[in-house]
């Protein structure tokens, strides 16, 4: 059983086999040898292990220590890996670099929890059991979203959650740059989204249900190189950063900046301020043409910052009565022939859609974006992509139209839901998600594993909004440890016993989280705050 012996992974790994005989010595002594397509892994394992390799390393066999060897075999899967540890060696071997990178955190789980602090005490020595593991990925998308815009997250916080998405094997972080309470972006062309979007007066900490008025200004946003290094920082770390820029909907902090950007003949949109309050904002973007060439040009800046293949334009919550009532929405719903509000969004859609695929990208949306009659007639571009949050049948319909979907539904994957039903959990939002309900959690509807559809189910993500965690301590609360629990239906795929997760959880994972100061939930309570 993967939770009984020395070697205690999570996520678990698809084979494992202990072997008897003394443990693989590292120290100082120890050399790295790494063939170019591990370079960057050798650097991540230099700087992440604590001990240091022995000087002058690179060259097999020049000394009489052990050796930590990491190599590319083709024969493997994406991303897969195979991890042998001797008494004299340890050999990593991945299917492209990021299987060796996979490898390399499995092997720093075979490490003490000490091995997850920053620096460590000179002079020790890690003992690595000797062992033989075969392991690859379930999913290709394994994600978490952090929303920003709600509660600003400092750079450094983001990089520390990088870290973490790393440790767990978790190879997207989508990126919630925007949203009705901030803008985080700079965009050069139009400072204002920041000078003026990414600020608020004063917000709620909570929500409805225990609002907590806190008045002081909230906000902050990141410059272009902030955002470049972030996303140099995830591509070591063979992750991709999918950024979100929300649209149609969730856009009151633009409006706020850009007062044309919003429906100025039914609403004073120069009097509207960076929405305070949490919900859903009823403004939304005007759909004229100059605000499809905004939003192209702070998309021009986005491609630009971000190579991920994939970019989330939101489209979800977009309450129509603003367009029901202005002049301009309706003469465009006649202009394009268009049957109602619902359809004037999957126009806006379907041209972001044809608008990224004509420079390579791939649209991600939330799954409203197949209301309106999305799909049919001129439809999405094939590469499309749905989110699917309000449960998993938006995803099932899109994978059934024959688009890619990444399954995040809300009941069970949001990070924002309490964990417990305790009247002393600190954030009281919405139904409870345990740690058992994220474990449970099946990627793949029945109904498409029936048809022979599955495959389309990319792989799944955990979504942290941030409307009640205005601190990297509150949002560490909220997402681990069920990002554990995430992580492993995403690797290893759904179907784990829960009582053998739980047992690697506590006594190997959760200490790795405690070395690296990672403030999750207790498993048996709330933290006093
Ligand atoms: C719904 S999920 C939202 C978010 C909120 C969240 C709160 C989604 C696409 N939209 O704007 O933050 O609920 O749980």
Request: glycine fraction near 10%; charge should be negative; hydrophobic fraction near 40%.
């Amino acid at each position: 059983m993967p939770g009984t012996g020395l070697v205690s992974l999570v996520p678990r790994a698809r084979e494992v086999q202990e072997a008897d005989g003394p443990p693989f010595v590292w120290d100082t002594d120890t050399a790295l040898v790494a063939e170019p397509a591990a370079h960057g892994v050798a650097r991540w394992l230099r700087g992440h292990t604590v001990l240091p390799f022995r000087e002058g390393d690179g060259v097999a066999g020049a000394g009489a220590g052990t050796t930590v060897e990491l190599r590319i075999d083709d024969g493997l899967d994406a991303e897969g890996y195979r991890l042998d540890v001797t008494p004299t060696r340890v050999l990593i071997e991945g299917g492209d670099a990021a299987g060796i990178f996979w490898g390399a955190q499995t092997l720093r789980q075979l490490l003490p929890p000490a091995a997850f602090r920053r620096a460590g005490r000179p002079g020790r020595e890690w003992h690595v059991p000797c062992c033989h593991i075969e392991d690859a990925p379930r999913f290709g998308w394994r994600g978490m979203m952090l929303d920003v815009a709600r509660h600003f997250t400092p750079k450094d916080g983001v990089l520390r959650l990088l870290d973490q998405l790393a440790a767990h094997k978790l190879n997207v972080f989508h990126f919630h740059l925007t949203d009705d309470q901030g803008w985080r972006m700079d965009i050069r062309r139009y400072p204002q989204l920041t000078g003026a979007g990414a600020w608020r007066p004063r917000t709620r900490v909570g929500h409805r249900a225990s609002p907590l008025w806190d008045e002081r200004r909230h906000g902050g946003y990141y410059t272009q190189d902030d955002l470049r290094e972030i996303v140099a920082y995830a591509a070591e770390r063979h992750i991709t950063v999918v950024p979100e820029i929300e649209l149609p909907g969730h856009s009151q902090a633009a409006i706020a900046a850009y007062p044309d950007l919003g429906s100025t003949d039914v609403v004073d949109t120069a009097a509207l301020g960076v929405w305070t309050d949490w919900g859903v904002s009823p403004h939304l973007l005007a759909p004229t043409d100059d605000v499809l060439r905004f939003y192209e040009h702070v998309l021009d800046e986005v491609l630009d910052v971000f190579p991920s293949p994939y970019i989330h334009i939101g489209g979800d919550e977009t309450p129509k009565e603003e367009w029901r009532a202005s002049a301009v929405a309706q003469a465009r719903i006649a202009q394009e022939g268009l049957r109602d509000e619902d359809a004037l969004q999957a126009w806006m859609v379907r041209h972001f859609d044809r608008w990224l695929a004509a420079r390579g990208r791939r649209l991600v949306g939330w799954d409203e974006i197949l209301d309106g009659g999305t799909l049919e007639g001129p439809g999405l571009t094939p590469g499309a992509v749905v989110s699917s949050w309000r449960g998993t049948d938006g995803g099932a319909a899109a994978a059934e139209a024959g688009h890619d979907v990444v399954m995040c539904p809300e009941h069970e994957l949001y990070l924002d839901r309490r964990q417990a039903p305790g009247p002393d959990e600190p954030v009281p939002l919405g139904r409870v998600a345990t740690l058992r309900d994220v474990y449970a959690f099946s990627p793949v509807p029945q109904r498409l594993a029936a048809a022979g559809r599955g495959e389309r189910v990319l792989g799944i993500q955990a979504n942290m909004w941030t409307e009640c965690a205005e601190s990297t301590q509150r949002v560490d609360y909220q997402v681990f440890p069920r990002l554990a629990a995430l992580a492993e239906v995403a690797w290893s795929g759904s179907g784990g016993s829960y009582d053998d997760f739980v047992e690697r959880l506590v006594g190997a994972h959760l200490p790795r989280l405690d070395a690296a100061g990672v403030e999750y939930r207790p498993l048996d309570g709330p933290r006093p705050w």
